[in-house]
């Protein structure tokens, strides 16, 4: 079904990015710093930040502005300290949400959470109470316009992937986590493949529809907030969105 998938949670997240591109880029580079503390400056070593500069240029973010916060999270005048928490709650009527964040306060962002899902018919939940309904799992995502089925789908069986699934307007191609995903991307991208995104996802094993327009919008509201606040990383849910007219 159309609202599975994971381009139908992208294509609104994309609508927002065009508009909102520096907030993407902060928090990219939020990412990168934080990666470069914890492993060092050289993707060759550090293949979090080596994830982290894929999904950066995936983003449309400049070269010189990716080596400028890498130089900058190395260097020992740097004092940027995030930490990474992740939250789970229930949106209306009981939605699965996981928010990631990467935060120098967690007080503050607990606050603001709180505060999100409380304003909009949900609650915040403890450490396990929505995790198991969801695998980590590679989530590569390709325009259908640009590539034939049959040749993209023989291509990918030379790479370990899991699935792969047509939808109406892109293919999407799920992997094990870390050594399959990056093999996967790596092989396609070889292969002069180009993505709308690639990245490590938590993908819900069953999802959860929403009658009420009230509660839609309720839902809607509550995933825009999440995303705009700049301590909050990804935000994963089992909605099962309806198709935009």
């Not at 130089?71 to 949106?91: L, P, R, V, W």
């Not at 493949?193 to 509550?222: G, H, N, W």
Request: proline share 3%.
């Amino acid at each position: 079904m159309s609202g599975h998938s994971k381009w139908n949670n992208i294509k609104h997240k994309k609508e927002k990015t065009d508009i909102q591109r520096a907030k993407v880029f902060t928090k990219i580079g939020r990412e990168i710093t934080q990666a470069v503390k914890e492993l060092g400056p050289d993707p060759a070593s550090n293949t979090k930040l080596r994830d982290l500069i894929a999904k950066a240029k995936d983003n449309n973010v400049p070269s010189d502005n990716i080596d400028r916060v890498i130089k900058k999270a190395a260097g020992d005048s740097n004092t940027e300290n995030y930490e990474n928490i992740t939250y789970e709650g229930y949106g209306p009527c009981g939605i699965a949400v996981i928010v990631d964040c990467l935060t120098d306060n967690r007080n503050r962002t607990a606050g603001n959470l709180r505060h999100y899902f409380d304003k909009n018919g949900g609650n915040l939940g403890q450490s396990g109470s929505v995790n198991w309904m969801f695998s980590k799992k590679g989530v590569i995502v390709i325009d259908k316009a640009e590539y034939d089925e049959d040749t993209l789908m023989e291509k990918c069986m030379e790479a370990p992937i899991d699935d792969f699934v047509v939808e109406d307007e892109v293919y999407e191609i799920y992997t094990q986590p870390d050594d399959d995903f990056r093999q996967t991307r790596d092989f396609l991208k070889e292969n002069d493949y180009t993505f709308i995104s690639a990245e490590e996802a938590m993908v819900p094993s069953t999802y959860t529809a929403i009658d009420s327009e009230e509660l839609k919008e309720k839902m809607q509201r509550l995933l825009d907030m999440l995303e705009d606040d700049d301590d909050v990383q990804n935000v994963y849910h089992n909605w099962d969105q309806p198709d935009e007219e």
